[in-house]
């Protein structure tokens, strides 16, 4: 599992609120990824980082920021949530972009209510 | 634009039979196809890469650059294959390790 975390696992809020998602490797991988998962889109990409404060925008970016201020850590920010953001969460590291073989966390199970 | 399409939502087969779950995709260039699994309660892993031609769990899939194909095949289902199935083809060209997925197949195998 390369010691991918993600916290919460499970988080009910209000629309209007902000989240926050943290996802946490211990691999010292360079490379991170944010996904949503929803029926009938399969895996979108959010955000990536490719290092330390170096993050780029994937294609369903909108409503969504991030931060990597350690190698470790990868936030995902809703700064107001809505509705279409209710999802299920990956995030996936990445030793060495030539592999391309990501390693998933176990998800985050996000309802906006 | 760099796509992938999985044309099947679900997929259902007897055990034994053989499966074949499609997928074509659009890129231009040399691209690098993957298939990734999601078994029940279980993370996203790698199954196989197109490059590595190897077989995993009984699961094959070749690149086909004509048809722009790299379907995933099995002669003979087993019921632990039941699974969530993405294809993925490296996106970006590859610059930061980025993954564009399909939609999913969703395999079941019944007994």
């Known amino acids: 599992d390369a010691g991918i975390t993600q916290s919460p696992r499970h988080k009910v809020t209000e629309t209007g609120t902000p989240v926050t998602l943290r996802c946490h490797q211990t691999e010292n991988h360079r490379y991170m990824y944010w996904y949503r998962q929803d029926p009938g889109h399969g895996l979108r990409l959010i955000h990536y980082?490719?290092?330390?404060?170096?993050?780029d925008k994937g294609e369903v970016s909108d409503g969504y920021s991030v931060s990597r201020s350690k190698t470790e850590d990868f936030l995902l920010t809703l700064e107001s949530a809505t509705s279409s953001q209710t999802s299920v969460y990956f995030c996936?590291?990445?030793?060495?972009?030539?592999?391309?073989?990501?390693?998933f966390g176990p998800g985050t199970r996000l309802t906006v209510t | 634009a760099q796509r992938v399409t999985q044309p099947e939502k679900l997929l259902s087969v007897f055990k034994g039979a053989p499966v074949e779950l499609k997928c074509n995709y659009s890129y231009s260039g040399s691209p690098e196809l993957f298939w990734y699994v999601q078994y029940s309660r279980q993370r996203l892993q790698l199954l196989l890469r197109?490059?590595s031609r190897e077989s995993i769990k009984g699961f094959t899939a070749d690149l086909n650059k004509g048809e722009t194909s790299f379907h995933l095949k099995k002669p003979f289902a087993q019921e632990e294959d039941s699974a969530m199935y993405y294809c993925a083809l490296s996106g970006n060209g590859g610059s930061q390790g980025n993954l564009i997925f399909g939609k999913g197949t969703k395999l079941s195998v019944k007994p």
């Open positions: 980082s490719y290092g330390v404060k170096d993050t």
């Open positions: 197109h490059i």
């Open positions: 996936a590291s990445l030793p060495d972009r030539d592999t391309y073989e990501q390693y």
